[in-house]
């Protein structure tokens, strides 16, 4: 085992209102890291864009999105498995909410020509990719709308359809469960309609000889079950899935069926 500090990062939900019980997490799991052996750094790494630190070679624990997980990391980093939350679907998957403005007149994706979209990345399967092939199954063959807005984040998508701003955006479906608990202009928002789930966020670290991903499984699961409850309901937790690579391979079949959808 090499004695270099690793690198890790839990940015996917890392909302300011929990930061602190993010923290509080990743205390469990650097010290369950470091009784498996893995050197795990005290403090989650916030000073990088979430692509760098996803590529860095020392990483040893991270969460990423499913999209650039099947696109450009499944080479280069190792599934660990993937968090299960407190969401009516399978363990370990997840779905997207399309949400409009509470005043809104559309009543269904048929109606949607001619709206403004809000995505908080194309490099995203919640806001983004999800939406695409939902569409694409809606039989639309192009995109409808009249003009796509990238807001950086799903919280900031929420604001611009709050805000009107924008019409309609694809929200996941944790994101939106925090925003209606931490976000004043989730109120503002109704459910349209919603994605198909598909595996959730996962866990990875990097593609390493010397490291084994099913170890630092077990050092997830050891972590998650020592976590407070009031914690875990805070950051939604309610488990942790086995899940394997072969599990996203409908991620990247919905995105390539749904390629001729540029929203």
């Not at 839990?10 to 010290?31: A, C, G, I, V």
């Not at 998508?157 to 925003?179: E, F, G, H, P």
């Amino acid at each position: 085992m090499s004695i270099m500090t690793g690198v890790a990062a839990l940015p996917m939900y890392d909302w300011p209102e929990l930061r602190s019980e993010t923290d509080q997490f990743w205390d469990k799991l650097s010290n369950c890291l470091k009784r498996f052996g893995f050197p795990a750094p005290k403090a989650l790494d916030r000073s990088r864009p979430p692509e760098a630190i996803w590529h860095d070679g020392n990483l040893v624990l991270a969460q990423c999105c499913g999209l650039p997980y099947v696109r450009d990391l499944f080479n280069e980093v190792a599934l660990v498995g993937t968090p299960a939350y407190e969401l009516d679907c399978g363990a370990g998957s997840y779905y997207s909410v399309i949400v409009v403005h509470s005043d809104c007149d559309v009543s269904s994706l048929d109606d949607i020509g001619g709206l403004r979209l809000a995505y908080n990345s194309r490099n995203s399967q919640s806001g983004y990719a999800a939406l695409a092939y939902l569409l694409q199954q809606s039989a639309w063959n192009a995109s409808p709308f009249s003009e796509s807005i990238c807001t950086g984040s799903h919280r900031a998508s929420i604001k611009s359809v709050a805000q009107r701003q924008s019409d309609l955006a694809a929200i996941d479906a944790v994101t939106w469960k925090i925003a209606l608990r931490h976000e004043e202009a989730a109120g503002d928002l109704r459910i349209l309609a919603q994605t198909e789930p598909t595996p959730g966020l996962p866990f990875i670290c990097a593609n390493r000889s010397d490291w084994r991903a099913d170890q630092i499984h077990l050092a997830v699961v050891e972590a998650m079950a020592s976590l407070e409850e009031e914690c875990r309901h805070a950051l939604m937790l309610s488990g942790f899935s086995p899940t394997l690579p072969t599990d996203y391979g409908v991620i990247r079949s919905q995105f390539e069926k749904s390629g001729s959808i540029i929203l």
